[in-house]
């Protein structure tokens, strides 16, 4: 059982690294196509440095969620990544985009809930007892 888990783990977070680096890496080169990217986030709303924000927490998580260690920071790197992810989806709601657009983001999503979840105990925050 514990073998599956870790295999289900390393899947999910390195689907999961990679589709947030790449939409990252998007976000910062401020390109006007792709997941993300400027067309998308003025077409929802939202000023274009906001891209330069999201680009950076994302490639920061991502690189949090494959070093070993520092539960804490993991910890605050799934939570913005479910922020940031469930935020994309009501965003894509609100903007009337179709189903195509919703795509990534769920994706990304599940894989967040996934590698959080199977996470193995050494990447998990360690609780002290009183």
Do not use: C
Request: proline fraction near 3%.
């Amino acid at each position: 059982m514990a073998k599956r888990n870790k295999i289900i783990y390393w899947i999910a977070t390195i689907w999961l690294a990679l589709g947030m680096l790449s939409t990252g890496a998007v976000q910062l080169l401020k390109a006007k196509a792709g997941a993300g990217g400027l067309d998308s986030i003025t077409h929802l709303g939202y000023p274009a440095y906001f891209l330069t924000i999201l680009g950076v927490w994302k490639i920061l998580g991502a690189i949090t969620v494959l070093i070993p260690k520092f539960g804490l920071v993991k910890e605050w790197a799934y939570a913005g990544f479910f922020f940031i992810m469930t935020g994309a989806v009501f965003s894509h709601l609100a903007g009337g985009d179709g189903a195509k657009e919703f795509f990534g983001p769920i994706l990304l999503l599940i894989l967040t809930v996934v590698s959080w979840y199977f996470r193995p105990a050494d990447r998990k925050i360690i609780s002290i007892s009183q």
